[in-house]
């Protein structure tokens, strides 16, 4: 059987997943959703026993129509390995039936390289099956941890070309250098003078915009998206919630069979919607707990059924979740709305009239069947980092100590300690002044480089090597623009 996508806003026809993953959104600006899914419950068989590649491969092969089986398992192959330092996904057991999930192992310390790894190699597949001619031009927008990952994975990969937006106030110091450090003869990047959903609103708009659209196609240029919105970006993160589980199951933290509840740090709920396909393939999730910081849209919405992205937007220590428009919500929407096209054109036309929209009561009781949110405010994510390192020796970055937060939450409200698996989404170092202030309160340091030498002073949890090499790296990239003009920015880039 092979598996076809189609627009949540009905417009076009059935594609295969290597058109999806080329196009990036679909043209009627909606986002591929697979018409039907793999059954994932054979996947799991002896799957603890292999490597991360093939595991992955496992799960991914099945999704991906218009390619060569081979191809992509070849494609897993070469992604997940030397890239990582160590295994691409390894567990971490902690008390109280909790399991964390470490997706920072990768050449950029965030969970965005488990999918950012492969994309490319997925992209040229369909380049070279589309007999495209010309440049796909892979536009970007980030909250810190894509846009790196992105440069990393698609620096001077031939026929393609990337540009990515970040938010120039709203970024970590080290998230900023690993992006104006980086090389490659086909990169760019701006800083935009605004938040993460001006940029993203910004990309948003150059997909749909006909003249800059033509001009692009003048220049033999065509549009693609490495952000979530890309199915190709989605399809990994599948991979790695049958490998924890299996690895629960092997480890006795879970009984083969019996269900965990899976709580993850979410901006642009494509991690956590990587979840809910694993579920809806028969992966025993029960209930999956959506974790948000003091930028609280999600929690409000899974509370209400009212999304609401009318209100302060704030800088908090979680920056990748600095985010108030998640974009990936519309394939859950999808899906709550029976997958019923026009429903869900009509809520994102309310979202972008009027900033919000909200569920009949039949969709909202469909979305709490499944789904939990919660929030977490600065203070009490800093007292997770130092909580959990007081009890456990075990250090975490700002966005995976707001899930753990969270979850004990979810856990003291509702008595549902099920075993948990805990996603982990970056390095504490990519972080470091503020873990450092979690951990030692009365420590200054100078800058990010001198949190991460005492960071590493206090804990002995070794520095990634890549993020110490950041300190001596010149600046190449400087330019700035205002979201209204991130249009003629790239034209006077390229
Ligand atoms: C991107 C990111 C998130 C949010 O993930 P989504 O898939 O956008 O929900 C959380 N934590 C970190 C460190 C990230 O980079």
């Not at 691409?88 to 399991?99: F, Q």
Request: neutral net charge; proline residues 6%; aromatic residues 8%.
């Amino acid at each position: 059987m092979q598996i076809l996508y189609t627009s949540t806003r009905g417009g076009g026809h059935a594609v295969s997943a290597a058109f999806a993953v080329l196009q990036g959104l679909c043209p009627d600006g909606g986002l591929y959703v697979p018409s039907a899914l793999p059954d994932g419950r054979a996947m799991l068989s002896g799957m603890s026993a292999l490597p991360y590649h093939e595991r992955a491969a496992r799960v991914i092969v099945p999704f991906m129509s218009g390619y060569d089986p081979g191809d992509v398992a070849m494609a897993c192959k070469q992604a997940y390995g030397d890239a990582f330092e160590g295994p691409p996904a390894p567990l971490r057991a902690l008390p109280e039936d909790v399991c964390v999930l470490e997706l920072y192992h990768g050449p950029t310390q965030a969970f965005k390289d488990m999918a950012l790894q492969l994309l490319p190699r997925l992209m040229t597949g369909a380049i070279a099956a589309s007999g495209h001619r010309g440049e796909v031009f892979i536009l970007v927008a980030t909250s810190g941890d894509t846009g790196k990952a992105a440069l990393c994975g698609f620096a001077d990969v031939p026929g393609t070309r990337v540009a990515v937006f970040y938010p120039g106030g709203g970024v970590s110091d080290m998230q900023r250098r690993q992006m104006v450090t980086q090389e490659g003869g086909n990169v760019h990047v701006i800083a935009v003078q605004g938040n993460f959903d001006d940029a993203q609103t910004g990309v948003k708009r150059l997909f749909t915009d006909a003249d800059f659209a033509a001009r692009m196609k003048a220049m033999g240029k065509s549009l693609s998206s490495a952000n979530s919105m890309n199915w190709g970006r989605l399809v990994p993160q599948i991979a790695y919630y049958f490998s924890a589980y299996a690895d629960m199951a092997a480890s006795g933290a879970v009984r083969a069979g019996a269900p965990v509840n899976v709580c993850v740090p979410t901006g642009n709920f494509g991690n956590i919607l990587a979840a809910h396909y694993a579920r809806r393939m028969g992966l025993p999730i029960a209930r999956l707990i959506c974790a948000s910081n003091r930028n609280r849209v999600l929690a409000d919405f899974m509370e209400t059924g009212r999304y609401d992205s009318r209100r302060a937007f704030h800088l908090t220590p979680s920056p990748s979740m600095d985010i108030l428009v998640s974009s990936n919500l519309e394939r859950l929407l999808f899906e709550l709305a029976g997958g019923n096209p026009g429903r869900v054109g009509a809520l994102m036309a309310g979202l972008a009239a009027e900033g919000r929209y909200s569920l009949q009561d039949d969709e909202l009781s469909a979305l709490q069947a499944g789904f939990a949110g919660g929030w977490c405010a600065d203070e009490q994510c800093l007292a997770a980092i130092a909580d959990t390192y007081a009890q456990t020796g075990y250090v975490m970055d700002p966005h995976t100590a707001v899930g753990r937060h969270v979850l004990a939450q979810y856990r003291a409200s509702t008595g549902d300690n099920t075993p948990a698996l805990l996603v982990s989404t970056a390095s504490p170092y990519k972080f470091a002044s503020d873990v450092l202030k979690a951990l030692a309160p009365g420590a200054r340091p100078a800058d990010d480089f001198a949190a991460c030498e005492q960071l590493q002073r206090l804990t002995g949890m070794p520095m990634p090597g890549p993020l110490r090499a950041l300190h001596t790296l010149p600046v190449r990239h400087s330019a700035q623009c205002a979201p209204e003009d991130m249009a003629a920015a790239l034209l006077a880039a390229l």
